[in-house]
């Protein structure tokens, strides 16, 4: 993905962004600049002066070697202040116990299924880094949680971890941030986009509390430079580190998993299968360039039945329109899952008529679908082709995502560009 271009008017500001108060993120607010910095001239110097984290934010080796980067491309006695007032090391280098670390409790982020599915991930790998516990909670901000539902996430998935909720928090435990605690902890919103505790980032690194909480979709791309080196996924890419959590977390319920063996037994006879994503409802809202997208499909896929004229084609759509104009084009090769789909621009996962359990189950029962195709072609800014791409170890002529970015190879635009630092930090 393509990085956003830091702006000049503020480059100058980074040091003191990286210790000053910004509306409560003093990490974020450096990290920005210094990420945006980094991202477009990868050997600046005052890129890696700006690499500026609280001391808490134990990662001082990090720190140490952009310092040395800074003094070996352009010495300055203020590269070199900073490099003696960091600490002597990272202790000693030991692994800590699983679990040493405390717990995260990891909140709905209030999107689509698979948007939230990214968020768990992103906190998963936060969890393993931290020696935290991680619980997962889709509680009253789900939106796939029916009435009467305590815990969403156990109606998709298995718990992540042998800890439950109500040990974590019946503990008597001290909380991060302090906008939560015993009483509230199911409250669907608070403070999540403005205000104490909001749209929290690398500020849930090195907190002494022993649960945090995390509400608001950091991304798994911005937590990959503060990995330690004693950390099994340390160095590997972005990818990789997705399909080594999803395999080791991402466990369907097995009536879940029986439906995709049902499906896949009754459907996929006929091979190849190539799966296709097209997205409709409220992602033209979100993505302007979703009809030039659209429409590069049909010829993709007519390039695809010029070498297999015998395939089969997997739809996943939320258009009841996409699903016509695909058979009325394809015919009887067109095969999708009896599912909730609409013309409107508002998204089916924001349409309260529908049971929210079965928006949740539909997506997910398609996306696993999908990963059982012989070929693959989606969009790269959507979460559902994205994770049929992460579930699956694709070979690279086998799945293509329009668009020319993967939306989660990048940092969340809410907290990670330089707009959206508070006026007058």
Known sequence: MHAPVARPEVIGQAPALGVQSTGGRPVDAGEILAREVLDEQPDSSRGSLYHRPRRRVARPARSRAHYEASIASAPTAEAR??????????ADGSVPEPGSGGYLLIKSWGAGFWSDVNHVLGQLLLAEIEARTPVVLWGEGSLYRDPGTENAWDIFFEPVSDATVDEVVRGGHKFYPSKWNADNI???????????GSRLGLESLGRPERVVVSDFNLRLFSLLPWIPEWYRLHGC??????????????????EIRAVVERYTGQHFAKRPVLGVHVRATDKIVEDPRLPQINAEYFPAVDRFLEGHPEATLFLLTDGQSTLQTFRDRYGDRVIATESIRSDSQTGIHFQSQHERSRIGREVLTDVLIATRC??????????????????KDWPESDCTLLGGTINHHGRNPYIYTTSRIPRGA
């Open 237 to 254: 890419d972005v990818e990789s580190v997705y399909r080594d959590l999803a395999a080791r977390y991402l466990k369907p319920r097995d």
């Open 186 to 196: 199911d409250t669907a919103v608070c403070n999540k986009w403005a205000g104490h």
């Open 81 to 90: 202040k900073r490099l003696k007032a960091l600490p002597a090391a990272e």
């Open 374 to 391: 012989d070929a693959f072609l989606g969009f790269g800014n959507s979460s559902v082709s994205t994770f049929v791409y992460h579930l």
